[in-house]
Nanobody, 119 residues
């Protein structure tokens, strides 16, 4: 079992920045793809950014050039640096871990952290 705990959300003005953190209860980064998802009211949950076990990164088109995903293996923590925030970035942001262990897919979610971009 893996617990994921997000932090760092809040209220920020358009153009501002926030850094989200996702702390994992144990070291899984060598075997897990870690992702940040978001869900706005009335919309489906969408993938924002992904960092694979090998360290490759991918981003949704809507956040490319503004958001950066990274990880600190020593701290078992994944980060999402969000710059040039827009009102449409307002959502609950979730951390996700996806891995395959003994041919079985396992997926874990954090509880979510609210990000509100508003003047």
């Amino acid at each position: 079992q893996v617990q994921l705990v997000e932090s760092g959300g809040g209220l920020v003005q358009p153009g501002g920045s926030l850094r989200l953190s996702c702390a994992a209860s144990r070291n899984i980064f060598s075997i897990a793809n870690m992702g940040w998802y978001r869900q706005a009211p009335g919309k489906e949950r969408e993938l924002v950014a992904l960092i694979t076990s090998g360290g490759s990164t991918n981003y949704a088109d809507s956040v490319k050039g503004r958001f950066t995903i990274s990880r600190d293996n020593a701290k078992n923590t994944v980060y999402l640096q969000m710059n040039s925030l827009k009102p449409e970035d307002t959502a609950v942001y979730y951390c996700n871990a996806h891995m395959i262990i003994l041919s079985t897919q396992r997926e874990y979610w954090g509880q979510g952290t609210q990000v509100t971009v508003s003047s």
